[in-house]
């Protein structure tokens, strides 16, 4: 379905002060990457580095920054905002809500007749239930909740305003997501944390009292599973978002809008501070800490406690443990060693050298 440039882009971040260079009649049929859009088609260009893609495209049009103002209105229509990146965020918003409104209506109270709906569960209005789907004794959905196909609420967990489980997410015991949350499928929220004791060559389970208490605005994505704590609770913050396939372990407490990539692993009791990134199949070792706005490098393995802000990036190859530690604490003396042995390199080429080449040696006369 073609929308007209200008309804698309009414009301649409106005804080950003886009501004339009072209014709608000056009009829775009599409978003597109800048490569392949056509005449039809909305495109967004966020770096100076793509400039030579904006001179050949064929886009109806383009958003870009101010830097590339000329370069734009070159070609054609263009969209001028301070945050092309952030600009086209918005309006993928807004083009879902314009072509998929029932994915952003208040959806009437819809239970499926196969799904099972505890008689002392608290259902709010404007719920829908999916088939299959089981909200559990004592358990609560409010306002606005849409529970997919075969998602489980489970004994006394609740579900914020306005929050989606999609189809087989599992919120378990007593655990609790916040307002606006969306939860990809299969995720699954409140299993057991790995705790387990050693006994006798055997393993003696330890029980996981704790829950999980999620924040607003989460996302959490496909298959990823975040885990009760042991004694207390693990917490996610306000805004974080989980890519797919990532472990939180039992205990683990991350910062308000932090954001993991897919497969990557935080063991258990770490606390990840707020604004933080991590990068997919990074790996933070149990008990560890990370200030606020610490930047993980993708398949790094954090193995000590980053205290300062920054990036941070490191990798290094598995081995006998005794000699990995030797090897480790050598590495880490490199800077040091360097520095050193360039202070003798310059000491030795200062001195005098005989013709033999070797530094001169004065000798008294016997």
Request: charged share 15%; hydrophobic share 45%.
């Given at each position: 379905?073609?929308?007209?440039?200008?309804?698309?882009?009414?009301?649409?971040?106005?804080?950003?002060?886009?501004?339009?260079?072209?014709?608000?009649?056009?009829?775009?049929?599409?978003?597109?990457?800048?490569?392949?859009?056509?005449?039809?088609?909305?495109?967004?260009?966020?770096?100076?580095?793509?400039?030579?893609?904006?001179?050949?495209?064929?886009?109806?049009?383009?958003?870009?920054?101010?830097?590339?103002?000329?370069?734009?209105?070159?070609?054609?229509?263009?969209?001028?905002?301070?945050?092309?990146?952030?600009?086209?965020?918005?309006?993928?918003?807004?083009?879902?809500?314009?072509?998929?409104?029932?994915?952003?209506?208040?959806?009437?109270?819809?239970?499926?007749?196969?799904?099972?709906?505890?008689p002392s569960a608290l259902v709010a209005g404007n719920v829908s239930i999916g088939p299959f789907a089981f909200v559990g004794p004592?358990?609560?959905?409010?306002?606005?909740?849409?529970?997919?196909?075969?998602?489980?609420?489970?004994?006394?967990?609740?579900?914020?305003?306005?929050?989606?489980?999609?189809?087989?997410?599992?919120?378990?015991?007593?655990?609790?997501?916040?307002?606006?949350?969306?939860?990809?499928?299969?995720?699954?929220?409140?299993?057991?944390?790995?705790?387990?004791?050693?006994?006798?060559?055997?393993?003696?389970?330890?029980?996981?009292?704790?829950?999980?208490?999620?924040?607003?605005?989460?996302?959490?994505?496909?298959?990823?599973?975040?885990?009760?704590?042991?004694?207390?609770?693990?917490?996610?913050?306000?805004?974080?978002?989980?890519?797919?396939?990532?472990?939180?372990?039992?205990?683990?407490?991350?910062?308000?809008?932090?954001?993991?990539?897919?497969?990557?692993?935080?063991?258990?009791?770490?606390?990840?501070?707020?604004?933080?990134?991590?990068?997919?199949?990074?790996?933070?070792?149990?008990?560890?800490?990370?200030?606020?706005?610490?930047?993980?490098?993708?398949?790094?393995?954090?193995?000590?406690?980053?205290?300062?802000?920054?990036?941070?990036?490191?990798?290094?190859?598995?081995?006998?443990?005794?000699?990995?530690?030797?090897?480790?604490?050598?590495?880490?003396?490199?800077?040091?060693?360097?520095?050193?042995?360039?202070?003798?390199?310059?000491?030795?080429?200062s001195q005098p050298v005989t013709q033999a080449g070797t530094p001169f040696q004065s000798k008294e006369k016997s």
């Amino acid at each position: 379905m073609s929308v007209r440039l200008g309804t698309l882009l009414d009301k649409l971040a106005p804080e950003l002060q886009p501004e339009l260079l072209g014709d608000p009649e056009l009829l775009i049929q599409r978003l597109a990457p800048i490569d392949t859009a056509g005449p039809a088609d909305l495109a967004f260009v966020s770096h100076l580095k793509y400039l030579n893609k904006l001179a050949v495209s064929c886009a109806g049009c383009v958003i870009v920054s101010p830097a590339l103002r000329a370069a734009g209105l070159a070609r054609g229509a263009c969209i001028v905002v301070t945050d092309p990146y952030l600009y086209f965020a918005k309006l993928t918003q807004r083009w879902k809500q314009l072509h998929q409104p029932s994915s952003y209506a208040q959806p009437s109270t819809l239970i499926h007749p196969s799904a099972f709906v505890d008689p002392s569960a608290l259902v709010a209005g404007n719920v829908s239930i999916g088939p299959f789907a089981f909200v559990g004794p004592r358990a609560r959905l409010d306002e606005g909740v849409r529970l997919g196909a075969h998602a489980i609420v489970a004994q006394g967990a609740s579900v914020g305003v306005g929050s989606r489980l999609a189809e087989r997410v599992t919120l378990g015991e007593d655990c609790s997501l916040g307002q606006r949350c969306l939860v990809h499928p299969g995720a699954v929220i409140g299993a057991d944390g790995f705790g387990f004791a050693p006994n006798a060559g055997r393993w003696e389970k330890i029980e996981q009292l704790g829950a999980v208490r999620i924040g607003n605005d989460v996302e959490i994505g496909a298959n990823t599973c975040i885990d009760r704590g042991a004694l207390e609770d693990t917490v996610i913050e306000d805004g974080v978002k989980l890519d797919n396939l990532v472990q939180i372990g039992h205990n683990v407490h991350i910062g308000a809008h932090t954001a993991l990539a897919g497969c990557a692993g935080v063991a258990g009791s770490a606390r990840i501070g707020a604004h933080c990134t991590v990068g997919g199949g990074a790996v933070i070792l149990g008990h560890l800490s990370l200030a606020d706005h610490v930047h993980v490098s993708a398949a790094s393995v954090v193995t000590r406690s980053l205290l300062k802000a920054g990036h941070y990036s490191g990798i290094f190859p598995i081995d006998d443990n005794a000699a990995w530690e030797k090897n480790a604490a050598s590495l880490k003396q490199l800077h040091a060693l360097r520095d050193r042995l360039r202070h003798l390199e310059k000491q030795l080429q200062s001195q005098p050298v005989t013709q033999a080449g070797t530094p001169f040696q004065s000798k008294e006369k016997s």
